[in-house]
């Protein structure tokens, strides 16, 4: 025998039942973004490296250490698997001129790419779900994406996600502040970790970011960039505040909150839950006003989220909304050979009239294929016999019960297939 193959550390195959999961998830997300005017949007997994280096920045966990970048062998370009979706959005909005006629609010779903140690919450292939309203300034579109990530949480039953505020000013603002943050961490350089002294005139509001708990004392004590800011920002972000308490949204400011790409300014917001030990963040975006002008468009405002399908996923399943399983409306069990082509061409006429039909695959016992029928989740076995054929008719097994209604059985003419829907129409037994 042959070696088994397996695959890539951190990077899962998806397998029923769960993947049912996913596909009720998926119906949840297109259902929201269609009921706040959101346009779907596909680009390709594989972008110019330059693309994430100049949008996510150069000193950023992503850029640093975690993408998947590697040289086209037949032509030498530098390529990258896509570590996120935002800055390929913006390069399509760009390249099709998608703003010509004003804004545009897009969604997109599909997997990302990070070269990270796998644990619980954080694989190297992992999915987003994101959101990103292009060409819209104001506070009411970053309120209106809070709102929506509610709405989506609601409709998944999750009750603990609690939503993170702050803003991060405008460039001049952040220079202000940078400044008085260098000044500060030089003065304790004695307390930095490696990756924070590294950092420190490279890109020192990341050190706010530390997950080093050695730092966190340090971290709290320093300048604070929300005390830098100008009326201007100031205004956008009690602007917002003040849409999501009128909406009834609660949130906490964290003024520690600076998000691990570099493109963001203004509001920035994070939904956490407690849930998932230490990769609790389960939602983040905010405002990236200059990632368009950035990556060679007309400037124009934007903003947005993504969200970690995998963390979402495993919320869901320590207890959200119970996610209907799978359930065909009838499987078919062939008990008399011959019948075969009758039983897969009333297979066909009932998928015709709507019905979701299994056929029974290769030989098998009937007890064998009663159990198959079971295990599939039918509501009805439909039994093609030697008797019933003989009698253009087929037996139809009620396979689940409820409401006191008793099993049942009964015989049933093929012709016409309308008294056989009627049969299969009955739902009660379902339940
Ligand atoms: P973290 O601080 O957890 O590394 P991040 O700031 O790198 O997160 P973003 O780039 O903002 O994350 O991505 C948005 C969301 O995507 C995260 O909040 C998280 O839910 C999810 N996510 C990010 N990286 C991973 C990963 N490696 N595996 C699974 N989900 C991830
Ligand atoms: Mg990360």
Known sequence: MNAKLSAVKGMNDLLPP???????FEAQVRALMQGYGYRNIRTPIVEPTALFV???GEVTDIVE???YSFTDALNGEQLTLRPESTAAVVRAAVEHNLLYDGGKRLWYSGPMFRHERPQRGRYRQFHQVGAEALGFAG???DAELILMARRLWHMLGLADVRLELNCLGQPDERLRHRHKLVAYFEAHQDQLDEDSRRRLHSNPLRILDTKNPQMQALVNAAPRLIDE???????????VQALLRAAGQGFTINPRLVRGLDYYNLTVFEWVTDRL????????GGRYDGLIEQIGGKPAPACGWALGVERVLDLLEQ?????????PDAYIVLAHAPALALAMQTAEDLRTAGLNVVLHAGAGSMKSQMKKADASGARYALIFGEDEYAAGEITCKA?????????QQQRIALQPLAGLIACLAHTDAAA
């Open 54 to 56: 100049r949008s996510i």
């Open 139 to 141: 506070p009411d579109v």
């Open 399 to 407: 396979l689940r019960q409820g409401h006191g209604l008793e099993a």
């Open 18 to 24: 769960q993947s049912a999961s996913w596909e009720w």
């Open 319 to 327: 207890g959200g909304m119970p996610v209907p399983a799978p359930q």
């Open 65 to 67: 250490k975690e993408m």
């Open 277 to 284: 030990g230490a990769q609790g963040t389960v939602c983040a």
């Open 229 to 239: 800011l100008g009326e201007e920002s100031l205004q956008h972000f009690e602007g």
